[in-house]
């Protein structure tokens, strides 16, 4: 199967073309040594110079056509050509044109490379940037959580002590005023609780897609328990209190 060529031409991949055709992009100009060209659809990129088969064919066949634009002109008063002056280089300074071992890609491609790395790394840290700024939000909820649910069992330590000691010493309208007092303290409580209730509903809904995150929000919505625990003793204490005094 004959070998495929292709060259770049302004930033786009030409090819594949036979061998007599890459000679022929050539011998039209459309070709020149400072191409860049790759044999087969894996090769590497390579200046066309180096491919010394095209040039020597080439050369072969152009070699005693010089176009018009080129040719000296001849003296009018002898009808002579005058010598053209040529400088030939020795063979070994084309390899030193050469940087390293390996060719470089197209300024198009590095500069497309540089803007990629670029993007990449500015994604890298926005992503890490918002992953810290989710976690110290879910964290600041959890402490939330906590305060809350400690606050709770504080009331519940202080009421249980009051029934046992307090309250049986208390005349029924002192005892009324008195739970309808520990009922109130419950109300900003449960307001808060709501509120928190509220906002891990929204980071859930936010965080959808986040396996980790959501897991720890649902752990956290266990405050809905507590909250109704609250809710019920505020309404059991206003209940017992109008038992004991009813509400003029």
Not at 52 to 63: A, F, H, M, S, T
Not at 72 to 89: E, H, L
Not at 151 to 163: F, Q
């Amino acid at each position: 199967m004959p070998a495929e060529w292709y060259f770049m031409q302004m930033g786009d991949v030409v090819g594949p073309l036979s061998a007599a055709e890459l000679r022929q992009y050539a011998r039209d100009g459309k070709l020149t040594r400072d191409t860049y060209v790759r044999k087969g659809g894996e090769g590497h990129w390579v200046s066309a110079e180096r491919v010394k088969d095209l040039w020597e064919n080439l050369g072969r066949e152009l070699g005693s056509i010089t176009p018009p634009h080129l040719q000296a002109p001849k003296n009018p008063d002898t009808g002579s050509t005058p010598a053209i002056i040529t400088s030939s280089f020795p063979k070994g300074e084309e390899k030193q044109s050469e940087i390293g071992k390996h060719e470089r890609l197209p300024n198009k491609f590095r500069i497309a490379a540089a803007v990629l790395a670029i993007v990449a790394i500015v994604a890298a840290v926005l992503w890490f940037a918002v992953r810290r700024t989710d976690d110290d939000v879910i964290k600041y909820h959890y402490d939330n959580c906590l305060r809350l649910n400690d606050r709770y069992k504080e009331s519940i330590a202080d009421l249980y002590k009051w029934n046992n000691t307090v309250f049986p010493l208390l005349p029924k309208s002192e005892a009324a005023r008195t739970k309808r007092q520990k009922a109130a303290e419950l109300s900003p409580l449960i307001r808060e609780m709501e509120d928190e209730l509220a906002e891990l509903r929204k980071l859930k809904q936010r965080h959808s897609g986040n396996q980790r995150a959501t897991r720890m929000i649902d752990t956290m919505l266990g405050l809905e328990e507590v909250h109704a625990n609250a809710r019920q003793l505020h309404d059991l204490l206003r209940s017992q209190a109008s038992e004991l005094e009813p509400m003029p």
